[in-house]
């Protein structure tokens, strides 16, 4: 028996739980949302990512009921959710601030919207029981937010927002404020926590690698537009645009003219003294077409020789060594003044290492490893 | 400790003495046998015991007493709505004229917002009494309240009541249960300095009370015109002690509160 993998955004009869129609959304002058159209899906875990002042907040706060649209509508489970204050809408919000109530003691803050909601007293204690049982806070439900760490008071925000139950949760920078390694354990929490309740996750970042790890689906944005939303997988390795390849992770971007040779190859020449570079791709390019290359430092194979049958070769010598531990990154110069970076993996720990400074290095790599994106 | 030296220690004394000595002297003298108020005759407490049968007195301090509690009350309201548009509506057509007209008594000259609010209750026919003199006190402390607030509000965190809003409050639960508590130790010291300014006003009391009413302080100074007595003298001190109690007592509870916040965000990061 096939294993059901979770794709509804590819299942065609898939109803969706919340879809933009041509929402725009205009602060004065300022287009902040530009006519843009998204489907997100029950028990996904969206994430919409982009430098600041992208609209990737706007789009949240116009799910929390916090903006409405100027232009296009937004459904949540196919009702338009526009007419609907804040206050009556199955979705919660987790702060960027955490905005944790500092009056009210952890237990308080969790029970604050059961309480909203007229529900007996037992009911609450038992929910606010399970909440901080879920974020593992039993030991602080009586303290006051001041009284504990960052990481708890994350936990609290968490807590909070998902004591009612909400249809969608949405997270406005939800790790900003911690630190790198308490976020990385925090991330993998929060996809445990998501999986459990089965709760469609909708998560604000700028930070790609969060992005990548949490999120079913992330969808990048630039100046009010969706660029792309696709799979971290597939953003990663089959970005559609420029933008997208240097957005996400480390990248060398190629420029020259793209010139057909058989059925899906095409020949790039970028510059003059170079041989051109050959690449499959899928979109169709004419002759002289302007094109780039986006090619991944991990996927360029360095060599002192020149390698017997690669298809891509190219000789330069070496600008930059990044040494990160795990890898290291070197920066290759051809002669026509283009860098290329290359990654190698430090696998032994006492080797030595190959290339130094000013070395002259080969450079090869294969047919499918970059992708050809218009220029 | 470090020692002072001779130049500090004598600054220090002859400033100390500035304020305080004729204070000193007043308190003293309240406790003088005799009449006359600048000879000493003996130790006593007659004046105060003089004071307590005085009608005339005890009229005034209980009319003061009831102006500064309503007028307080209702200035803390007014001025904390007032804070609130300020600080959230952003902006609209006439909010910087709105807000200069919102700060403007603070400099005007206390002789012409009397002046004004004299000439306003006659104007519309209202009888001065207390009534006059509350309305005269919330109008001018009503501005240092919403002073104190709008600093506090500036720097409140608006998404405290985003939360709220959505976690299924109503705009006033929000403001209820979230944004009042938070804000409540400025709505209390604004509350505390429009009672104090509404307790030892003269300027304006004067222009707005009537035969039916007077205050206080206007009693005080009424009485100074025929002369000096112990007895004015035993009602400042009693005046002194009161006001030396009630800031005293506000500083101790701030003080011990924050002490304690200490100790707890101590105890915390220990955990």
């Known amino acids: 028996m096939p294993e059901t993998v979770f794709e509804p955004w590819n299942d065609p009869d898939a109803e969706p739980l919340i879809r933009f129609r041509n929402v725009t959304k205009r602060f004065g002058d300022f287009t902040a949302i530009d006519n843009q159209t998204l489907d997100i899906y029950e028990k996904e875990f969206f994430a919409l990512l982009g430098p600041s002042g992208c609209g990737k907040t706007t789009m949240m706060r116009m799910l929390a009921g916090f903006e409405t649209p100027t232009e296009g509508t937004i459904e949540l489970s196919g009702q338009d959710i526009a007419p609907i204050p804040p206050n009556k809408r199955a979705v919660n919000m987790m702060f960027q601030s955490y905005a944790l109530f500092p009056h009210l003691s952890v237990w308080e803050n969790i029970a604050f919207g059961l309480k909203r909601d007229r529900m007996d007293k037992d009911s609450i204690a038992a929910r606010v029981e399970e909440m901080l049982k879920l974020t593992r806070l039993e030991k602080f439900a009586r303290r006051k937010p001041h009284q504990i760490s960052g990481g708890q008071r994350q936990r609290v925000a968490l807590a909070r927002s998902l004591a009612k139950a909400p249809k969608l949760l949405l997270l406005d920078e939800p790790m900003g404020a911690l630190d790198a390694k308490l976020r990385q354990d925090t991330q993998f929490e929060l996809m445990d926590i998501q999986e459990k309740t089965g709760t469609t996750f909708v998560i604000v970042t700028h930070d790609q690698e969060e992005a990548m790890t949490v999120a079913s689906r992330v969808a990048v944005m630039d100046h009010g537009r969706i660029v792309q939303a696709d799979t971290p997988a597939r953003i990663y390795e089959d970005p559609e645009s420029v933008y997208v390849a240097d957005f996400i992770g480390d990248v060398t971007i190629i420029e020259g003219t793209a010139q057909p040779r058989r059925e899906g190859f095409y020949e790039m020449t970028f510059a003059e003294a170079q041989p051109g570079i050959s690449a499959q791709s899928e979109r169709k390019f004419t002759a002289g077409q302007a094109c780039a290359l986006a090619i991944r430092p991990e996927k360029v194979v360095i060599s002192a020789e020149k390698p017997e049958n690669g298809v891509n070769a190219l000789k330069g010598t070496i600008l930059d060594i990044a040494y990160l531990g795990n890898i290291s990154t070197y920066h290759v110069e051809l002669p026509g003044g283009q860098v290329i970076k290359a990654q190698t993996t430090n696998t032994r720990r006492l080797s030595r290492r190959n290339f130094t400074w000013e070395d002259e290095v080969w450079l090869s790599w294969s047919e499918t490893a970059g992708v050809l994106l218009e220029g | ?271």
């Not at chain 2, 109008?139 to 709220?164: G, I, K, N, P």
């Open chain 2, 1 to 271: 400790m470090r020692r002072l030296t001779w130049f500090n220690t004598t600054s220090l004394t002859l400033g100390f003495a500035f304020l305080y000595l004729p204070m000193i002297i007043l308190i003293v003298y309240s406790f003088n046998k005799s009449e006359l108020v600048t000879v000493w005759a003996g130790f006593s407490t007659r004046w105060y015991g003089e004071l307590l049968e005085n009608d005339a007195f005890l009229d005034a301090a209980w009319v003061t007493l009831q102006v500064a509690v309503v007028s307080s009350t209702v200035a803390t309201v007014l001025g904390t709505l007032a804070a609130l548009v300020l600080v959230r509506a952003g902006r609209f057509i006439g909010r910087t004229l709105f807000s200069g007209m919102i700060y403007a008594p603070l400099v005007m000259p206390e002789v012409i917002t009397g002046l004004s609010l004299l000439l306003l209750f006659i104007g519309i026919g209202l009888d001065r009494g207390v009534l006059t003199i509350i309305l005269a006190h919330t109008t001018f402390s009503m501005c240092y309240v919403s002073v104190v607030v709008s600093s506090r509000l500036v720097s409140f965190d608006r998404s405290l009541e985003e939360a709220a809003l959505d976690l299924g409050c109503s705009t006033v639960q929000a403001f209820r249960l979230v944004t009042l508590p938070i804000i409540s130790p400025a709505v209390i010291s604004g509350w505390l300095l429009a009672f104090t300014l509404s307790l030892d006003d003269l300027v304006i009391a004067s222009f707005t009370a009537g035969p039916s009413a007077t205050t206080l302080p206007i009693k005080i100074w009424s009485s100074i015109r025929l002369g000096v007595s112990p007895e004015i003298n035993a009602l400042s001190t009693i005046l002194i002690g009161i006001v030396a109690v009630g800031v005293i007592s506000a500083s101790l509870i701030t003080k011990s509160a924050s002490l304690r916040q200490q100790a707890e965000e101590r105890a915390a990061v220990k955990a």
